[in-house]
């Protein structure tokens, strides 16, 4: 069974960092691109980040650019979100999403 498991979230003041984690299970983790989306209260779910497959090119909204930084571990089958300088608006859920399978969620709560 194909699973998705993030961890990492909590509450931080604005300009803190956190460091989410995404353990993939039940698929082959270097066959898909692992992206990261997040939703805000009252929100539609957004693409936050990507990183594809095997040559691991990434990729950001604008919003989060030059403060989030994806990368990925094949061994561990983890992915992983560094995300600095945060902002009250980067608060929401954050999921990570692969071959057609999210992870529950974990929430991120920035305090200005």
Same mark, same amino acid.
């Given at each position: 069974?194909?699973?998705?498991?993030?961890?990492?979230?909590?509450?931080?003041?604005?300009?803190g960092? !956190?460091? !989410?984690s995404?353990?993939?299970s039940?698929?082959?983790?270097?066959?898909?691109?692992i992206?990261?989306?997040?939703?805000?209260p009252?929100?539609?779910?957004?693409?936050v980040?990507?990183?594809?497959?095997?040559?691991?090119?990434?990729?950001?909204?604008?919003s989060v650019?030059?403060?989030?930084?994806?990368?990925?571990? %094949?061994?561990? %089958?983890t992915?992983y979100?560094?995300?600095?300088s945060l902002?009250?608006?980067?608060?929401?859920?954050?999921?990570?999403?692969?071959?057609?399978?999210?992870?529950?969620?974990?929430?991120?709560?920035?305090s200005?």
């Amino acid at each position: 069974e194909a699973q998705l498991v993030e961890s990492g979230g909590g509450l931080v003041q604005a300009g803190g960092s !956190l460091t !989410l984690s995404c353990v993939a299970s039940g698929f082959t983790f270097d066959d898909y691109a692992i992206g990261w989306f997040r939703q805000a209260p009252g929100k539609e779910r957004e693409g936050v980040s990507c990183i594809s497959a095997i040559d691991r090119d990434t990729d950001y909204a604008d919003s989060v650019k030059g403060r989030f930084t994806v990368s990925k571990d %094949n061994v561990k %089958n983890t992915v992983y979100l560094q995300m600095d300088s945060l902002k009250p608006e980067d608060t929401g859920v954050y999921y990570c999403g692969a071959g057609g399978e999210w992870g529950q969620g974990t929430q991120v709560t920035v305090s200005s």
